[in-house]
């Protein structure tokens, strides 16, 4: 989709550097291939949006208490978020195993088991990328 406001808004903040990091949160990943339907996994600090593949599940987790409002509006820095326990049982991808976590606004990449259907993120501020499957690290 087209940015709209890339002069006032990406232009502005700086944030071309996005684009490079939204293609390395799905790197390796062909659509097409997986089929992917929506999930919405909301889970108390966690709004989760995810995408289940035949062989791939990926969750993009944005910390409910930073919107766009929060930050830019009321001047409110992201706060770190941590001890906190994606649980994607509902969405279907193996129960146990690891799952491949991308951080975007740091660029670094980890991995954090999933034990019954529950994974336990690594501390974050604003978002993180989940990944459980074929493409990419996570098994």
Same mark, same amino acid.
């Given at each position: 989709? @087209?940015? &709209?406001?890339? /002069?006032?808004?990406?232009?502005?903040?700086?944030?071309?550097?996005?684009?490079?990091?939204?293609?390395?949160?799905?790197?390796?990943? /062909?659509?097409?291939?997986?089929? *992917? %339907?929506?999930?919405?996994? !909301?889970?108390?600090?966690?709004?989760?949006?995810?995408?289940?593949?035949? #062989?791939? *599940?990926?969750? &993009?987790?944005? !910390?409910?208490?930073? #919107?766009? $409002?929060? $930050?830019?509006? @009321?001047? @409110?820095?992201?706060?770190?978020?941590?001890?906190?326990?994606? /649980?994607?049982? $509902?969405?279907?991808?193996?129960?146990?195993?690891?799952?491949?976590?991308?951080?975007? &606004?740091?660029?670094?990449?980890? #991995?954090?088991?999933?034990? !019954?259907?529950?994974? %336990?993120?690594?501390?974050?501020?604003?978002?993180?990328?989940?990944?459980?499957?074929?493409?990419?690290?996570?098994?």
């Amino acid at each position: 989709g @087209q940015c &709209w406001h890339w /002069d006032k808004y990406v232009e502005a903040r700086n944030l071309w550097f996005q684009f490079g990091r939204f293609a390395e949160a799905v790197k390796g990943i /062909d659509p097409a291939a997986e089929g *992917f %339907e929506p999930v919405r996994l !909301d889970q108390g600090r966690l709004r989760v949006y995810g995408l289940k593949g035949k #062989t791939t *599940f990926i969750a &993009w987790c944005r !910390d409910t208490r930073n #919107t766009w $409002e929060t $930050e830019l509006a @009321q001047g @409110q820095p992201p706060q770190i978020v941590s001890g906190v326990t994606l /649980d994607v049982r $509902e969405a279907g991808p193996p129960a146990a195993g690891e799952a491949a976590v991308y951080d975007p &606004w740091a660029d670094v990449h980890s #991995t954090a088991a999933v034990k !019954d259907g529950r994974i %336990e993120l690594p501390p974050f501020v604003r978002s993180v990328v989940v990944r459980i499957g074929q493409a990419g690290t996570g098994s």
